[in-house]
């Protein structure tokens, strides 16, 4: 079943959208408001979302960059005016639906970009990540370790998989935080030192040496397979 991530302010579409798609066997998340959307997208996984740029707590522009530092999600962004498609396109939507629109258009176009997606998604082998100490499978979200199950919390695979799929990369503590906590939280890189130790006493051989989970001090982070 195809899950839709619904991100829209107005509590009405949103009911419109929800009893339209459920009708049609899709599994469907409802969000009012940025930080919440990003939450369920952890939380949901969703194959496909449906995202009205005009949101109350932040720009939908800001949502498309945070989802696409981690999901490989369809976006099919939805506002009442075209000014901001390329932009919208550039910052990693799929595409673009400018209200009012009909019905029968919005869900062809989501079955486009849902099928797109379904072509370019990465098979189970390479979303599976093995390291010496430990192994994961980024499509089950499970993780092993001496083999046994490792119990991962929604935020710790949200931070997790940010670092995996860009591996070898140094990514910046204001990048983690905004996509992970959202923009209110720029400032809260204690956060991030509670989390990463966690990763690194989860995952890591000797968490106190690691060798995946590298800190560059005052800068960010890094994971090596």
Request: charge should be neutral.
């Amino acid at each position: 079943m195809t899950c839709v991530l619904v991100v829209e302010d107005e509590p009405p579409l949103v009911r419109a959208l929800e009893i339209n798609l459920k009708a049609r066997n899709y599994d469907v998340a409802t969000a009012l408001d940025g930080a919440h959307a990003l939450r369920l997208a952890v939380d949901h996984a969703p194959d496909v979302v449906l995202l009205d740029l005009g949101l109350p707590d932040m720009d939908g522009i800001e949502v498309i960059r945070a989802l696409r530092g981690w999901s490989r999600a369809a976006i099919l962004v939805v506002s009442r005016t075209s000014e901001a498609m390329v932009t919208a396109l550039d910052a990693g939507a799929d595409d673009y639906l400018t209200k009012p629109f009909s019905m029968g258009e919005l869900l062809a176009r989501l079955r486009a970009v849902a099928r797109r997606t379904e072509s370019t998604r990465p098979s189970g082998d390479t979303a599976l990540i093995e390291t010496k100490d430990f192994t994961l499978d980024l499509l089950a979200k499970k993780a092993r370790r001496k083999g046994r199950d490792v119990r991962l919390t929604p935020t710790e695979w949200h931070l997790l998989e940010i670092l995996v799929r860009r591996s070898g990369e140094l990514v910046s503590r204001q990048q983690l935080l905004q996509e992970v906590w959202g923009w209110s939280h720029l400032t809260k890189t204690n956060y991030l030192r509670v989390y990463m130790a966690q990763l690194r006493r989860k995952l890591e051989a000797d968490p106190a040496h690691p060798q995946h989970f590298f800190t560059a001090p005052g800068m960010g982070y890094r994971f090596e397979p």
